[in-house]
């Protein structure tokens, strides 16, 4: 099996649905003659053509709001942002609109766009570049949040996006868009909404998405833990979500966790307040009352 990028797969995932579906059309800022901000775009344009590789003005607002009007007449525009960060630029059109269309018409109208792009969390970028709103996007009705891990991941979960009727938000880690995978050259879908278990186990599930699910070597990650863990317990299964809308039910081949252990990048256990280390409670109340009488 040929092992490509992250980036790679995202793109032949791309030049597939824009050869399988005629209405597929790719926008944003800078995909076409810059070939994408992280050049995920790279050789579409020569091979598809302007007018469905279509480079956009600057503005979220007005080229999100163009998308979604053009999915709601039956075309599937994938759009993509330059940074997740930006998406709080079109939050009317995103969660107001594209949301709620199905809803409002009463099941008559679909809006089957798919919005994507580099959610930086972690990559030094500034402030305004580092969001990362996968949970912000996931709890709101009406829309699906995909967070892929590997290549074969990101490739088979933007077809399903790019097929789904839905509107569908695809954040990608920056950090992983040069990690190789194996990719089967073969045709492949991954439905969304469904969990990948990574290893089984009976006594702790470890539920993450995204980056958190490699493991890297200066992080403790599954294979280090499992190294040192007591061989007298088993720790797993550690399951992928891929999708962040809520956990799925259990697979088949494992039964419900006694202890579920999220993961989450970035986040860390609150450090405990420390108790007041000054004078005793009746002096204070003294030295307060003293300046109150």
Not at 48 to 75: C, H, Q, Y
Not at 99 to 120: K, L, T
Not at 156 to 166: E, P, Q, V, Y
Not at 171 to 193: D, F, M, S, W
Request: proline share 9%; charged share 25%; glycine share 8%.
């Amino acid at each position: 099996m040929p092992q490509i990028t992250y980036r790679e797969a995202i793109r032949h995932a791309l030049a597939e649905e824009l050869t399988r579906d005629a209405n597929v059309v790719v926008m944003g800022e800078e995909v076409a003659q810059f070939n994408g901000a992280y050049k995920v775009t790279e050789g579409l344009l020569a091979k598809f053509g302007p007018k469905r590789i279509v480079d956009t003005p600057i503005s979220e607002a007005g080229f999100i709001g163009m998308g979604i009007g053009a999915s709601m007449l039956g075309i599937r525009p994938v759009m993509e942002l330059m940074f997740w960060s930006f998406y709080s630029v079109a939050f009317d059109q995103i969660l107001n609109n594209a949301a709620n269309v199905r809803y409002m018409s009463g099941g008559q109208i679909n809006c089957p766009i798919v919005i994507r792009g580099p959610a930086n969390g972690g990559t030094n970028v500034g402030a305004t570049h580092s969001h990362t709103p996968e949970n912000v996007l996931a709890n709101h009705p009406g829309v699906k949040v995909v967070v892929p891990s590997t290549a074969y991941d990101a490739k088979g979960l933007l077809k399903s996006a790019i097929r789904d009727n839905d509107p569908v938000f695809f954040l990608e880690n920056t950090i992983l868009y040069g990690e190789k995978g194996e990719v089967p050259e073969a045709e492949y879908v991954i439905p969304l909404g469904k969990a990948d278990v990574k290893r089984t186990g009976k006594d702790i599930t470890i539920v993450t998405y995204g980056r958190c699910v490699i493991p890297r070597p200066h992080r403790r990650g599954a294979e280090a833990f499992r190294q040192r863990r007591d061989p007298a317990r088993v720790y797993h299964p550690a399951r992928s979500l891929r999708r962040t809308r809520r956990p799925d039910p259990p697979s088949r081949d494992h039964r419900r966790p006694r202890h579920l252990q999220p993961a989450r990048r970035g986040r860390t256990a609150p450090e405990p307040r420390p108790r007041h280390q000054g004078r005793p409670r009746r002096a204070r109340l003294k030295a307060v009352r003293s300046l109150n009488p």
